[in-house]
């Protein structure tokens, strides 16, 4: 039998209160566990990306490959986060795969509707997701990649230690070794 609990859990606390056993069933049917394995992919650029995913456990990540192949990562997402895409049901630009083992709770675009109908706090929650992500193309465009380090560091202090140094030189768009460069600074600043 899948555990649904933590999902249960959040829709508790969104709800400021416990759920019915009815709304329990409605949720559990909306939603498929799923477990990927580190790299393990979700989502393919091309795709009709149909899926919007809540993570139980694991760090995943949104990116993009430019026509020479580099990729540029574009956000993370962690426990307790949501990660899609907001075009969805149309072909993506995006790639989503598995940093770590990962395992989510995942929903098609018609079930999601269809409970967002019925827990307006949801969408809203979701929303401060998906704009979180306007935010950081703002932020790619307006900042620099110290400063972009600095508010990562900030918000997400955690996941300096969760990524590896070339996904975070790609998160900010600079080589590892201008990042190396940046922490470098850093860490003379704090002396």
Do not use: C
Request: positive net charge.
């Amino acid at each position: 039998m899948v555990d649904y609990s933590v999902l249960l859990s959040y829709f508790e606390k969104l709800n400021k209160r416990e759920l019915s056993d009815v709304e329990k069933g409605e949720i559990s049917t909306a939603f498929r566990k799923e477990s990927f394995k580190k790299k393990g992919v979700l989502m393919r650029a091309g795709e009709s990306n149909t899926r919007h995913y809540y993570i139980e456990k694991g760090l995943l990540r949104l990116y993009v490959i430019d026509p020479s192949g580099k990729e540029f990562n574009v956000l993370f997402a962690k426990e307790k986060q949501w990660l899609g895409d907001l075009a969805t049901p149309a072909p993506t630009p995006y790639y989503i795969d598995a940093l770590e083992s990962t395992s989510v709770f995942s929903i098609e675009e018609a079930g999601f509707q269809k409970i967002i109908g019925y827990y307006m706090d949801l969408a809203s929650n979701i929303r401060k997701s998906y704009v979180f992500l306007q935010k950081r193309f703002v932020s790619i465009l307006s900042k620099t990649a110290e400063e972009n380090y600095e508010e990562l560091i900030q918000q997400n202090p955690e996941l300096i230690q969760r990524l590896p140094q070339y996904h975070i030189s790609s998160y900010l768009g600079v080589t590892p070794v201008f990042l190396s460069k940046i922490m470098s600074k850093r860490a003379r600043k704090r002396q």
